[in-house]
């Protein structure tokens, strides 16, 4: 799972890449900080099996706290976009290409007016253009993607199964291919015209990479009116954010200072603060008061919502729910929903997959077949003849 963070210049994406991967990038207000694209690893949050099983668990990866399983995603930061960008402008190819294998993008837009759409410092801007520069870029380098190949494409016995041979690099699946080509309208012919190629752009792009929009620097007083207009004049789901005081709250919470519950968006004082953390403290737990920043909730309606993922827990011992070491459910792992028991081995190991006979389901003790439909929380063990 890689999650992509997008947006113009100066929005605030490097500072949400650190908060949620507690990762040191160079963070300024200017255009262009970020050069390079910065990877690292955030979490989405669910319920642990724990919880109704009696057992305490033992996670490999990342953590268990107040019975939220923390569930570990990749994520990206590239370069800010410039208009132009499918052209070369800015960072221009190199920050599209380094989209190509997400799964689904944040953008990030300015929702307190206070930078323009190229990230100069400026009163009164709309972020709707944050997010429709985005939007069009994406079309457009998309529908530069296809008009390259469409030679080949048009010429080829089926539309779609040449398209999606074209994509599948991009991770496009042939499902969101066969839909877009059915509501866009585009047929088998020389060349579509540009509003065509552009409704089957971006229907590709819809079906197959879904967009969150994180409406970020919330804590300004002039957001919350922006926001709400945002919301109404925006085809995509809408979150609140402010990036700056996720990351100082996470920052503490690491340094022990508060413990931070990022689900409930409270915290609560681990140590004595002095004078400045004290009244720091007390405007963010403000903000959050006012729900003006939910940054989990983005993540998780992403990764569960939009993207349809539900979380699974493979065990060794369906009695014990361990692992070959004695770990209590030691990994949980993001698959589709309508995933098999069979896909499940398959994203263990593949010679898991190969030798697999059957699977059991751990809370039940019932024995399933390959075929069987995974549900969220299931704890299960493959059965394979291959160890």
């Avoid at 996670?59 to 052209?87: I, Q, S």
């Avoid at 409704?199 to 002039?222: F, H, T, Y």
């Avoid at 011992?317 to 995933?339: F, Q, W």
Wanted: charged share 30%; aromatic share 6%; with cysteine.
């Amino acid at each position: 799972m890689l999650i992509g963070i997008i947006g113009a210049p100066n929005k605030g994406k490097s500072t949400l890449f650190s908060a949620i991967t507690l990762s040191d990038v160079h963070i300024a207000d200017y255009p262009f900080t970020t050069i390079d694209p910065n990877s690292g690893v955030s979490y989405v949050t669910t319920r642990c099996p724990h919880m109704d099983l009696g057992v305490k668990c033992n996670p490999r990866n990342l953590y268990c706290k107040n019975g939220r399983r923390a569930v570990p995603v990749n994520v990206v930061d590239v370069a800010g976009l410039v208009e132009g960008a499918h052209e070369g402008k800015g960072m221009g190819n190199k920050f599209l290409n380094d989209l190509s294998s997400a799964n689904g993008f944040i953008i990030v837009v300015d929702a307190s007016g206070k930078t323009d759409k190229n990230g100069n410092k400026c009163a009164g801007s709309n972020p709707k253009e944050d997010l429709d520069l985005v939007k069009d870029e994406l079309v457009e380098w998309f529908s530069d993607i296809i008009r390259r190949h469409w030679k080949k494409i048009y010429t080829s016995e089926s539309l779609s199964q040449e398209l999606f041979k074209v994509l599948t690099g991009m991770g496009i699946e042939r499902g969101a291919v066969d839909k877009a080509i059915s509501v866009s309208g585009v047929r088998k012919e020389r060349e579509p015209d540009s509003e065509s190629m552009k409704r089957l752009a971006w229907s590709i792009l819809r079906e197959s990479k879904p967009i969150i929009v994180c409406a970020n620097k919330m804590d300004d007083p002039a957001a919350p009116l922006l926001f709400e207009r945002l919301k109404r004049d925006s085809e995509f789901v809408c979150v609140p954010c402010s990036a700056a005081i996720e990351l100082a709250l996470r920052k503490a919470d690491s340094t022990g200072l508060i413990d931070y519950d990022v689900e409930e968006c409270t915290f609560k004082m681990m140590k004595e603060p002095d004078e400045s953390q004290k009244a720091a403290l007390s405007y963010m737990e403000s903000i959050l008061k006012s729900g003006r920043s939910d940054v989990q909730r983005m993540l998780n309606e992403l990764v569960f919502g939009l993207l349809g993922r539900i979380v699974v827990y493979p065990v060794e011992d369906e009695n014990k729910y361990t692992d070959h070491y004695g770990n209590v459910l030691p990994d949980a792992i993001l698959v589709r929903k309508g995933s098999t028991a069979q896909e499940l081995a398959e994203a263990i190991h593949t010679d898991l997959a190969k030798g697999m006979l059957y699977a059991v389901d751990a809370r039940t003790k019932r024995r399933v077949g390959k075929d069987y439909i995974l549900k969220e929380g299931d704890v299960i063990r493959i059965v394979s003849a291959i160890r």
